[in-house]
């Protein structure tokens, strides 16, 4: 009852589909990041966007498939096919820049459903959509491995993005292509349509009724429906979570966050492709070995955040983790007749597994302990998962329903110990939307050497000496000898603006009559500079504060003046990428004075950042020079700052010229700009 060619046409619309699904994420985003701050709060908002959305698109497939007879199905879908073809391409509107006064939150969804609501709608419903259509007008086929295809190609456009679509073309261009090839999709898409229509009354009655699938045609009960929501809800939980774990308390390296991802993804490919890649007998053992070495590692540092032994662990224990979340949740799969309800429940957990841990922890724990709780849970609901089912093809392995609550019990424990540890090493542990801040105390051998410290995540954001002669002087990145320190030093201006916080370790340097302006985006990381250190209160310049982000807040003000403008937002994974762009740098300009320097902070383990600087500098006709410094005074730490200044004078009688190191050049590397740019081709 099938051809190759229909095969081919429906496996091609889902693989199509999938991959524009997950390419137009990134493409979109990066679009709309320099508008609203580059924060991270633009890529949670986008994601919950994603989520809802794809949730929308299946709970309208499983309407369609369920509610109106073939004929109306293709009749809706393809309307609403030529619908979206309207909202193309996909480009946001200038109209859609923010002014600074409507409410981020609101205005980006409404921009997203905008640009691509309807598209990425279309998109989100085709794989369980075209999966049911497969089931009643082809006999023979394995439809679940439809989903196994989806999700191939979902981990090749993730793949794709960052390494061969981005550092090749330019916004305008992906965005145009992108679109292009969304037509293609529309047309195959109606095609299948077309195809479902012709032949899905042609088949046996018998043959809606009867499933090809191995699993026969039983009638999910309440307990299937709840062991689906919940073990798709703990594979995004466990993904979440391991994310922010190893990219924000193990190692902030760009592009780490691929590796998590890309197992989820690939635990979906090998589950649902047959079942002879999930074994009950072989994966469960290990699974729990890994679930309490894991909860183990998140109280003990020297496997936890130990960069070489904690992302092998945690990307291994997450393999393991979402076979078995996923492996059950494909020994529990119904039959076609109730494929599209499956994918529903599927979608409805994601999403909550993503905002729960995305949206919600943030709001409700001071630190990272959503690992910690996802492990709990996960061993839980192993319990339910491992008692007896009247469904269930084959017997219960070694790992019992009892084991599993041993693992929940030593799990719970491991993470009370956890919560101890940092309650008692922490002077303050804060957390929201932007990350986990951590103040701590660190005592030494002479008294005199005590510091007070700033974390965020795994990043050490300043520290201060804790004797009271010794509080005022200048600690980390921001010694006398650093570029910046030479900056402050070197100019005669007294007006110095700061792009980013910290400790606020440089108003150290302020003199009377000075005004060091303060732009911070994170309104508890200003919180924590004035009551748990004292360089801001101590300082005798006069001390300004703009909360918000930094580029957002200077198109807003009007030209400030500044002596030295000094940009110290690089040094962790996430860069903002809009604060080191051509434009950004002309608005840098703006507010400088003609012989103002600006100081770029490119000290990064994992990026060279200083020839992406020296590139825009050199677009532009100004001059640059790289400061390398590896001071031995007490709290100092070896920084490379990059200056900027229109003037080459100013470079010159300064000393800051005779300090200077060459810049190693990137072969192919271009000025960055808002459209262009590639982390990528940047790492060490």
């Not at 195809?195 to 899905?200: D, G, I, S, V």
């Not at 540890?421 to 005592?443: C, E, I, K, M």
Request: hydrophobic share 50%.
């Amino acid at each position: 009852m099938h051809t190759p060619g229909s095969k081919i046409l429906f496996a091609g619309t889902i693989f199509s589909s999938s991959f524009l699904l997950f390419l137009v994420q990134p493409l979109i985003a990066k679009q709309i990041l320099p508008w609203f701050g580059g924060s991270a709060a633009v890529w949670s908002v986008c994601m919950v966007f994603f989520q809802v959305t794809l949730l929308a698109g299946y709970a309208y497939a499983d309407w369609l498939s369920r509610r109106l007879p073939p004929r109306r199905q293709v009749q809706v879908h393809v309307a609403l096919l030529a619908a979206s073809l309207a909202m193309l391409p996909i480009l946001a509107g200038p109209q859609w820049k923010p002014t600074g006064e409507a409410d981020p939150t609101l205005w980006i969804l409404g921009l997203l459903i905008a640009t691509i609501g309807l598209p990425y709608f279309m998109l989100s419903t085709t794989g369980p959509l075209l999966q049911s259509w497969v089931a009643r007008s082809v006999i023979g086929i394995h439809v679940y491995r439809y989903f196994s295809l989806s999700n191939l190609a979902s981990l090749l456009a993730l793949m794709s993005y960052p390494f061969l679509i981005e550092p090749h073309a330019r916004l305008v261009t992906q965005a145009y292509v992108w679109s292009g090839v969304f037509v293609l999709f529309a047309l195959s898409c109606a095609g299948s349509a077309w195809y479902f229509l012709q032949h899905t009354h042609r088949l046996p009655p018998a043959a809606h009724a009867v499933s090809h699938e191995p699993e026969g045609d039983w009638d999910p009960q309440t307990r299937d429906y709840l062991l689906w929501l919940g073990l798709s809800a703990m594979g995004s939980w466990l993904l979440v979570a391991i994310t922010n774990h190893i990219t924000q308390n193990v190692a902030a390296i760009p592009f780490l966050w691929l590796l998590p991802l890309s197992i989820y993804l690939l635990t979906f490919v090998l589950c649902f492709e047959s079942d002879r890649w999930y074994r009950r007998a072989a994966f469960l053992p290990v699974t729990a070995v890994l679930l309490l070495v894991c909860a183990y590692g998140l109280q003990d540092s020297a496997i936890g955040v130990n960069i070489k032994v904690a992302i092998p662990l945690y990307a291994v224990g997450l393999f393991f983790f979402c076979m078995f979340l996923h492996g059950e949740l494909a020994r529990r799969r119904p039959g076609p007749r109730y494929l599209t309800r499956f994918y529903l429940m599927l979608s409805l957990g994601g999403a909550l597994g993503g905002i729960t841990v995305g949206l919600i922890a943030p709001r409700i724990l001071p630190a990272y302990y959503e690992l910690g709780i996802g492990l709990i849970i996960t061993a839980l609901l192993a319990m339910a998962v491992l008692r007896p089912s009247p469904n269930a093809r084959r017997p219960v392995g070694a790992l019992g329903s009892a084991t599993a609550a041993v693992l929940a019990v030593l799990c719970g424990y491991f993470l009370y110990v956890q919560v101890a540890d940092d309650l008692a090493d922490t002077r303050r542990l804060t957390r929201n939307f932007y990350g986990n801040l951590q103040s701590v105390d660190v005592h030494r051998k002479d008294a005199r050497d005590d510091v007070r410290q700033l974390y965020h995540g795994s990043i050490k954001h300043g520290e201060q000496f804790l004797a009271p002669d010794r509080h005022l002087l200048p600690t980390t990145y921001y010694g006398p000898t650093s570029g910046i320190g030479r900056a402050i030093a070197g100019t005669a201006g007294k007006r110095v603006g700061l792009i980013g916080l910290g400790a606020g370790t440089l108003a150290v340097y302020g003199r009377p009559g000075d005004v060091y302006r303060f732009y911070e985006i994170n309104p508890q990381v200003l919180e924590l500079a004035r009551s748990e250190f004292s360089f801001m209160n101590e300082s005798k310049a006069q001390i300004e504060t703009a909360l918000g982000d930094a580029r957002l807040t200077l198109e807003r003000e009007a030209p400030q003046g500044f002596d030295v403008l000094a940009v110290d937002a690089f040094s962790g994974d996430s860069v903002p990428v809009h604060l080191i762009t051509a434009q950004a740098m002309d608005l840098y300009l703006r507010h400088l004075n003609a012989d103002g320097i600006i100081a770029f902070h490119v000290t990064n383990r994992f990026l060279w950042l200083p020839p992406v600087v020296q590139e825009i500098a050199r677009t532009k006709g100004l001059s640059t020079a790289l400061i390398r410094d590896d001071p031995d005074g007490p709290g100092l730490r070896r920084t490379d700052w990059i200056l900027v200044a229109r003037n080459p004078q100013v470079l010159e009688r300064t000393g800051i010229r005779a300090a200077a190191t060459p810049v190693a050049p990137i072969p192919g590397l271009t000025a960055w700009t808002d459209d262009f740019n590639n982390l990528f081709q940047i790492l060490k």
